[in-house]
Structure formats: structure tokens, C-alpha cells
């Protein structure tokens, strides 16, 4: 079964511009989101898989396909899951 993830309930976010600044109170680390990670954390209000998320990048950002939203998107979650701000939905 394909993992999906949410956002960590502990961690506050602020939008800034159309980028967006997480916190986690859990490890004191804030972290600055471009305008496709803030996309991508928005979508993960409700938990979602990458392949999920796919889609919403597509038609969000015209230059981009889906083969390199793929890309982005896993990149992205990796390194938000490595910081604890997304964890592992239940399936």
C-alpha cells in the first residue's frame, strides 16, 4: 500500500507571501517553505500519498509535469518527514 502522510499536529505554520514558515515547538527548528512546498503542505491539511499530491501540482503550476512534480513532491516529503513536520498517515 502507497504511504501517506499529514501534517504533524504539533507543528504551526504561517503564511509569508506565497511561501510559508513551519515551526515545531517539538525540536525548536523553524523551516521556510518555497511556493511548492507551501503547496504541498496545504494539500497535506488531509493525508495524501505523493502520487496523490501529483495532480494539485500539475494544474497549480502550468510548467510543470507530472513526472517532475513526482520528483519534487517525494523530495519534499522526505526531507519535511526527515524534520518530523509531516508524519505517516495511518492507513
Same mark, same amino acid.
Given at each position: 500500500?502507497? =504511504?501517506?502522510?499529514?501534517? $504533524? @499536529? !504539533? ?8 511561501? *510559508?514558515?513551519? #515551526? $515545531? @515547538?517539538?525540536? *525548536?527548528? #523553524?523551516?521556510?517553505? $518555497?511556493? &511548492?512546498? +507551501? ?6 491539511? &488531509? @493525508?495524501? *500519498? +505523493?502520487?496523490?499530491?501529483?495532480? *494539485?501540482? +500539475?494544474?497549480? #503550476? %502550468? =510548467?510543470? =509535469?507530472? $513526472? &517532475? !512534480? /513526482?520528483? =519534487?513532491?517525494?523530495?519534499?516529503? !522526505?526531507? /519535511?518527514?526527515? !524534520?518530523?513536520?509531516?508524519?505517516? %498517515?495511518?492507513?
Amino acid at each position: 500500500m502507497t =504511504d501517506r502522510y499529514s501534517r $504533524n @499536529p !504539533a507543528v504551526e505554520s504561517a503564511p509569508m507571501g506565497g511561501e *510559508s514558515v513551519l #515551526f $515545531n @515547538p517539538q525540536s *525548536s527548528k #523553524f523551516c521556510l517553505l $518555497n511556493s &511548492t512546498a +507551501a503547496h504541498i503542505w496545504e494539500q497535506l491539511e &488531509t @493525508p495524501q *500519498s +505523493a502520487q496523490e499530491l501529483v495532480g *494539485s501540482i +500539475a494544474s497549480s #503550476f %502550468a =510548467d510543470v =509535469d507530472s $513526472n &517532475t !512534480a /513526482l520528483h =519534487d513532491i517525494e523530495v519534499v516529503i !522526505a526531507q /519535511l518527514e526527515e !524534520a518530523n513536520y509531516i508524519i505517516r %498517515a495511518g492507513n
